[in-house]
C-alpha cells in the first residue's frame, strides 16, 4: 500500500452493555465526509429518540483533519471528549461513533460516564474491526442511454480487477458505483485517488468523449 493510507473501520459495528442500570449502546460507522458523518448522527438520534443521550463523534480526513464531539446534555468533558478521545487513540480517520444512553437511576459520576462511553467506543469500534484503507474519490458520470451499457462495461471490469488483488485487505479498497436511471444514466463513483484519472480517461475514450464526468 502507499504511504497515504490510513486507518478506518471496515464496517458498522455496535455494542451494548449495562452500568448500574444504565444502558449503553456504541454505533461506529465509516464515512468518507462530514455530511456522511452528520447524516449517520441524525440517523440514530431518529432511531433512538427515546434514549436519555445520544452522544456523537467523529474524526473525518480533510484539510485539516475534522474532529467534532458533542457531550449532548451530559455533564461538560463526560461523554464526547471521551469518545473522540478513543478515535484519537487508536489513530482511526474517517469514522463517526454514537453512544446511545438509557438512564438507569444511578448517576454515575463524570469518571464513571467517561470509563462507560469510552468502552461503548472501543467496543463498537472492535466489533467494526479496523482496517488500512487508501484514499478514495467521487465523480459522477452522466451518458445517454446508447453509452450507458458502455460505461457500466467499463466500471465492471474495474471492480472485477479490484476484487482479483490479493493484496486489499479492505474490501471497500477498490472501485464501487451505483446507477440511477432518469432520462440520462447517472453513475455515481467511488475510486481510490491514484486509479481515478485512469478511469476517467478510460470512459472519455469507451464514449468518445461524449459522456460528462464531474
Same mark, same amino acid.
Given at each position: 500500500?502507499?504511504?497515504?493510507?490510513?486507518?478506518? /473501520?471496515?464496517?458498522?459495528?455496535?455494542?451494548?452493555?449495562?452500568?448500574?442500570?444504565?444502558?449503553?449502546?456504541?454505533?461506529?460507522?465509516?464515512?468518507?465526509?462530514?455530511? !456522511?458523518?452528520?447524516?449517520?448522527?441524525?440517523?440514530?438520534?431518529?432511531?433512538?429518540?427515546?434514549?436519555?443521550?445520544?452522544? *456523537?463523534?467523529?474524526?473525518?480526513?480533510?484539510? *485539516?483533519?475534522?474532529?467534532?464531539?458533542?457531550?449532548?446534555?451530559?455533564?461538560?468533558?463526560?461523554?464526547?471528549? *471521551?469518545?473522540?478521545?478513543? /478515535? !484519537?487513540? !487508536?489513530?482511526?480517520?474517517?469514522?463517526?461513533?454514537?453512544?446511545?444512553?438509557?438512564?438507569?437511576?444511578?448517576?454515575?459520576?463524570?469518571?464513571?460516564?467517561?470509563?462507560?462511553?469510552?468502552?461503548?467506543?472501543?467496543?463498537?469500534?472492535?466489533?467494526? %474491526?479496523? #482496517?488500512?484503507?487508501? *484514499?478514495?474519490?467521487?465523480?459522477?458520470?452522466? #451518458?445517454?442511454?446508447?453509452?450507458?451499457?458502455? #460505461?457500466?462495461?467499463?466500471?465492471?471490469?474495474?471492480?472485477? %480487477?479490484?476484487?482479483?488483488?490479493?493484496?486489499?485487505?479492505?474490501?471497500?479498497?477498490?472501485?464501487?458505483?451505483?446507477?440511477?436511471? %432518469?432520462?440520462?444514466?447517472?453513475?455515481?463513483?467511488?475510486?481510490?485517488?491514484? !486509479?481515478?484519472?485512469?478511469?476517467?480517461?478510460?470512459?472519455?475514450?469507451?464514449?468518445?468523449?461524449?459522456?460528462?464526468?464531474?
Amino acid at each position: 500500500m502507499s504511504d497515504d493510507t490510513y486507518r478506518t /473501520l471496515a464496517d458498522r459495528g455496535q455494542a451494548a452493555f449495562e452500568v448500574r442500570g444504565s444502558e449503553f449502546i456504541g454505533h461506529a460507522e465509516p464515512v468518507e465526509s462530514r455530511e !456522511q458523518a452528520e447524516k449517520f448522527i441524525e440517523e440514530i438520534e431518529l432511531e433512538y429518540a427515546d434514549a436519555t443521550h445520544n452522544v *456523537p463523534a467523529y474524526r473525518v480526513r480533510d484539510d *485539516p483533519l475534522r474532529e467534532w464531539s458533542s457531550d449532548d446534555g451530559e455533564p461538560s468533558g463526560s461523554s464526547g471528549k *471521551p469518545a473522540l478521545n478513543v /478515535l !484519537q487513540q !487508536q489513530d482511526i480517520e474517517n469514522v463517526v461513533v454514537v453512544v446511545t444512553r438509557y438512564y438507569g437511576g444511578t448517576n454515575l459520576g463524570v469518571g464513571g460516564l467517561a470509563r462507560s462511553y469510552s468502552q461503548a467506543v472501543k467496543e463498537a469500534v472492535e466489533a467494526a %474491526g479496523v #482496517v488500512e484503507a487508501e *484514499p478514495h474519490e467521487r465523480f459522477e458520470i452522466t #451518458v445517454e442511454y446508447d453509452d450507458s451499457g458502455t #460505461v457500466r462495461g467499463v466500471l465492471e471490469s474495474a471492480t472485477r %480487477g479490484a476484487r482479483r488483488d490479493e493484496r486489499a485487505e479492505n474490501p471497500r479498497d477498490g472501485v464501487e458505483f451505483d446507477a440511477e436511471y %432518469g432520462e440520462q444514466v447517472a453513475f455515481e463513483v467511488r475510486v481510490p485517488e491514484e !486509479q481515478a484519472d485512469a478511469l476517467r480517461d478510460r470512459i472519455r475514450s469507451a464514449t468518445s468523449g461524449r459522456a460528462e464526468i464531474e
